[in-house]
């Protein structure tokens, strides 16, 4: 089925987000590209103007997620489409609110990217919310993978600088064997660092916040994940079916991979209510498939037990 985690349905509320947060509470949706995604960042994309560098944000802002779900859930249950539902239904507005900061009954959470992963007898398959790599982990690239070597913590030794008059602690590996290790591989080659665009499970996540390194196979880049494709286009008059000078457009898509997509959760729809199964999402309406997951996802739970929302 459809987002179902092996095992997950054995494990407690408690175990799955000690928290506030009822995650059963929440209706939790998988949405897939139907195609490739745009979601422009905050440059310049004026006709007329080099957009080469115009790329592709991944993951998109929750504002982006919201606020096309809640265009979808209105078109599904009355709305016309155009103009503002909040006129058109009284219902639709105590539901879905009114505008950008009145999001109505609805409460959210997301979007998270989710890869579907391989379990170790190379079969069952489990489904896991990936999270930045946190900056304190450190490791190399070795094969074209990232390997996490140590935990960065601050040195015992007081550095004097102009940052603060008593001193300050720098970045340091651990005072342990691993970190014994690192600190001597640091004096015999280059030493370990932390990437950018790396993403860890969340399993790799609670070992980190376990205090310990987490397994290469918990880490992926973001190649791994998705890809940025760049595509050229042009504007053609509707009428006339023209096209004119600084009519052509250079986007810059974002293709996810075939076992990644995002997940949300929403709360506060009635039951009785439609759920979109296509929406658009995004620049130019990328078209997204959507679909509802069974089980809650499983999110990182530090030391104390207390879940880490990042």
Not at 55 to 71: K, Q
Not at 168 to 185: C, F, I, K, N, Y
Not at 247 to 275: F, K, T
Request: hydrophobic share 35%; charged share 25%.
């Amino acid at each position: 089925m459809v987002g179902e985690s092996p095992g997950f349905s054995s494990r407690s509320k408690t175990e799955r987000c000690p928290t506030m947060i009822d995650l059963d509470s929440y209706r939790w949706l998988r949405i897939e590209p139907a195609d490739a995604w745009f979601f422009r960042d905050g440059r310049p994309c004026n006709r007329g103007e080099d957009q080469g560098d115009v790329e592709s944000e991944f993951p998109p802002n929750s504002t982006t997620v919201v606020g096309a779900l809640r265009a979808a859930l209105a078109r599904e249950n009355g709305w016309a489409g155009y103009g503002s539902w909040a006129d058109q239904s009284t219902q639709l507005k105590r539901v879905l609110g009114d505008g950008f900061e009145d999001l109505g009954q609805l409460r959210f959470l997301g979007p998270f990217l989710c890869k579907q992963m391989e379990v170790s007898d190379g079969r069952t398959l489990r489904e896991e919310l990936l999270w930045p790599l946190p900056q304190h982990v450190v490791g190399r690239f070795e094969d074209g993978r990232f390997v996490p070597l140590d935990l960065m913590e601050p040195s015992p030794e007081v550095v004097c600088c102009d940052v603060h008059p008593g001193g300050v602690q720098l970045a340091a590996p651990r005072m342990s064997t691993r970190g014994a290790v690192v600190h001597h591989e640091m004096r015999s080659q280059k030493p370990p660092s932390h990437p950018s665009d790396v993403f860890v499970t969340t399993a790799g996540l609670n070992t980190i916040l376990q205090g310990e390194v987490p397994s290469a196979t918990e880490c992926f880049l973001r190649e791994d994940l998705y890809t940025h494709e760049a595509r050229v286009g042009i504007r053609r008059e509707p009428v006339t079916r023209t096209t004119g000078g600084g009519d052509i457009y250079h986007p810059r898509y974002v293709r996810l991979r075939p076992d990644v997509w995002l997940v949300e959760g929403v709360a506060g729809v009635p039951e009785d209510w439609a759920w979109p199964r296509v929406m658009p999402l995004g620049g130019e309406s990328r078209m997204a498939l959507v679909s509802r997951l069974d089980e809650p996802p499983s999110f990182p739970v530090g030391r104390s037990g207390s879940a880490a929302m990042v």
